[in-house]
């Protein structure tokens, strides 16, 4: 399976603080997308890294990728309480059809 | 323009009856997707259609019955709802021969009573 395991299931920090938050799969990828899921909405595409990327930045974001310990972080940096939702990290495989299969979910929680 | 919507939000019905969900998108993409999200925030695929054809069944029971008319839609057909099924179902899509980034509706709350 490409599931993607978050960790830690929930996090809880003030404005101003990094918020970082990690993922694991067991298989091996083409790319790790990250999502966010804000409360009864639906999950949107954050970053993408490929397989042959150790990191990327986009605005307040970071991902890491380590192929050799199958495992990903996304560290957002400066956090707002607008950033309060659910992250998701979805690996993918080779395959054309893209399945992507997500996890539960980081809780991440940022008090104004 | 939503890029892709889902109707309705909301599903409120009772055990025994058959609802659908329907799902359109304006990306151009050819490949179209139902997740099923229970209340624990685990967010499950059902189903994949690329250019109308499946391609993508998980183990889903066939009470659940998908249709893909042409590319840009796919609905999601439910017969003799039971209280397990009640979830948010997400349609997304994407573009198949791209990275495989997934555009998601906004979810269709359903509730079996």
């Known amino acids: 399976s490409q599931q993607g395991e978050e960790d830690p299931q929930a996090l809880s920090i003030q404005e101003g603080e990094n918020a970082t938050m990690n993922c694991s799969y067991k298989?091996?990828?083409?790319?790790l997308q990250w999502y966010r899921q804000n409360s009864g909405r639906g999950l949107v595409h954050l970053i993408l890294?490929?397989?042959?990327?150790r990191e990327k930045h986009s605005g307040r974001l970071r991902v890491t990728l380590d192929t050799s310990k199958k495992s990903s972080s996304l560290l957002i940096t400066a956090s707002r309480a607008a950033d309060t939702a659910s992250y998701f990290c979805a690996p993918r495989g080779g395959t054309s059809y893209g399945k992507l299969t997500f996890g539960q979910g980081t809780i991440l929680t940022v008090h104004p | 323009d939503t890029a892709v919507s889902q109707t309705p939000k909301y599903l409120v019905t009772q055990m025994g009856n058959d609802k659908s969900i329907k799902c359109e998108q304006n990306l151009g993409h050819d490949t179209m997707y139902w997740y099923k999200q229970d209340s624990k925030k685990f967010l499950k695929i059902m189903f994949s259609?690329?250019?109308?054809?499946?391609?993508i069944n998980e183990t889903v029971p066939n009470r659940f019955s998908p249709k893909s008319p042409d590319k840009a839609h796919l609905n999601l057909h439910i017969n003799s709802l039971e209280l397990g099924d009640s979830a948010v179902y997400f349609c997304?899509?994407?573009?198949?021969?791209?990275?495989?980034?997934?555009?998601f509706g906004e979810g269709s709350r359903l509730t079996v009573l």
């Open positions: 997304a899509s994407s573009q198949a021969s791209r990275t495989g980034e997934l555009f």
């Open positions: 298989t091996s990828i083409n790319n």
């Open positions: 890294i490929r397989s042959n990327e």
């Open positions: 259609y690329n250019n109308k054809e499946l391609i």
